[in-house]
Structures are given as structure tokens and as C-alpha cells.
């Protein structure tokens, strides 16, 4: 690893402050529908920010080739985090030593489809789909994403969320990388831990 790595400092306001903005809400005894709102795009931004970081620096630990740093950080960086996250299961070398990690990795593959999911929520709020309620003179009809608001929808959400990044967790405790443990556990601190959430009632 050259110098210029060793120096490199990295902001993680984003996903500090998104964490604690989601604590702070979840704690509330009756959220509404704008608080799950927040916290549906408050999550979505932990989890991308949280995995395009791991990324990246990732990357930054395993490429020894002379290349510019902040080269690969936007070549990395232009990478969809979904797409980093299938390259990385797929062609990552992993040590399963037994039939259980095996059986846990199969069973962790399903993050992928978890993502796409998780991420269908936060498309909807962000490209400005209709969160309305029509009535046509009989009954109140909601729009889809109306309907979707809604406590058992997020606590779902919290769950893939959590679900997520336990896989990458079981995934970076197998990785055959340079990353020692003590590594290995502050990339999980930094970037895939879900401790801040309270649970939901």
C-alpha cells in the first residue's frame, strides 16, 4: 500500500447523520407518515453510501497496481452499488471451510434480490411517484405508494435492510483479503452495521 492510501482520509457524514436521523425517528411512539418517509430515504442513504464506501475501499486495500488513487476512486465509484455487491459475491474468493458456510452463503445470495427490493422503495419516493388519496365520491383510493407507507411495510424494510448487512458481514469474515480481523471489524463498524436502529414497535 502506498503513502498516498495511508494518508487518505474519508467523510462519513452521510451515513453518520442518516443513522441518527433514523434512530431519532424510530424512536418516536407514533410516527406518521412523513417521519417513515424520512426513514425509508434515511435508510436507503446508509445502506448506498455504507456500500459504496465498503467498495471503494476495498478496492483501495487490494489494487497494487501504480494507478492515480482518486482514478480508481471515480472508476469504482461509477459502478452501481447493486452491481458491486453481485461482482463481489460472484468473483470474490471466499474461505467456506465447512458445510455450514456453504449452507450461509447460499442462503446470503438472496442479499441481491433483498437490494433490488429494498431499493424499489426509495426509486419511487425519490423520482416523485403520486403519495395520494382520491375520493371519488363513494370510497378513499390510494395511489400504490400511498398504500405502501405504512408501518408493516417499513418494519419489512428495516428487516432486508439488517438482512443485508449480516450477509456482507458473513461475506467479509470469509474474504480471502489483506484486510487483517481487526480490519475486517472496523469495515463492518464503519460501514455495515445496522446496531443504530432501535427496535420498532
Do not use: W
Request: proline residues 1%; hydrophobic residues 40%.
Amino acid at each position: 500500500m502506498n503513502e498516498e492510501i495511508l494518508a487518505r482520509t474519508e467523510s462519513l457524514y452521510l451515513i453518520n447523520s442518516n443513522k441518527e436521523k433514523c434512530a431519532e425517528l424510530i424512536r418516536e411512539s407514533d410516527l406518521s407518515a412523513e417521519d417513515m418517509i424520512d426513514i425509508f430515504i434515511s435508510l436507503h442513504i446508509v445502506l448506498e453510501v455504507g456500500l459504496n464506501a465498503f467498495f471503494r475501499n476495498l478496492s483501495l486495500l487490494s489494487i497494487k497496481k501504480d494507478v492515480d488513487t482518486f482514478e480508481i476512486i471515480r472508476n469504482v465509484d461509477s459502478v452501481n452499488f447493486i452491481d458491486k455487491t453481485i461482482m463481489f459475491i460472484y468473483n470474490s474468493k471466499f474461505d467456506f471451510l465447512s458445510e455450514e458456510d456453504l449452507h450461509r452463503a447460499t442462503a446470503y445470495h438472496s442479499i441481491i434480490g433483498h437490494l433490488k427490493h429494498f431499493s424499489a422503495m426509495r426509486n419511487r419516493l425519490l423520482h416523485g411517484h403520486s403519495i395520494s388519496t382520491i375520493f371519488d365520491g363513494e370510497r378513499n383510493r390510494h395511489s400504490g405508494l400511498k398504500e405502501d407507507i405504512n408501518l408493516e411495510n417499513l418494519k419489512r424494510q428495516i428487516l432486508k435492510f439488517s438482512f443485508i448487512f449480516e450477509g456482507m458481514k458473513f461475506y467479509l469474515d470469509k474474504l480471502d483479503s489483506p484486510l487483517t480481523e481487526s480490519g475486517k471489524e472496523s469495515f463492518k463498524a464503519e460501514y455495515l452495521s445496522d446496531e443504530f436502529l432501535p427496535i420498532l414497535r
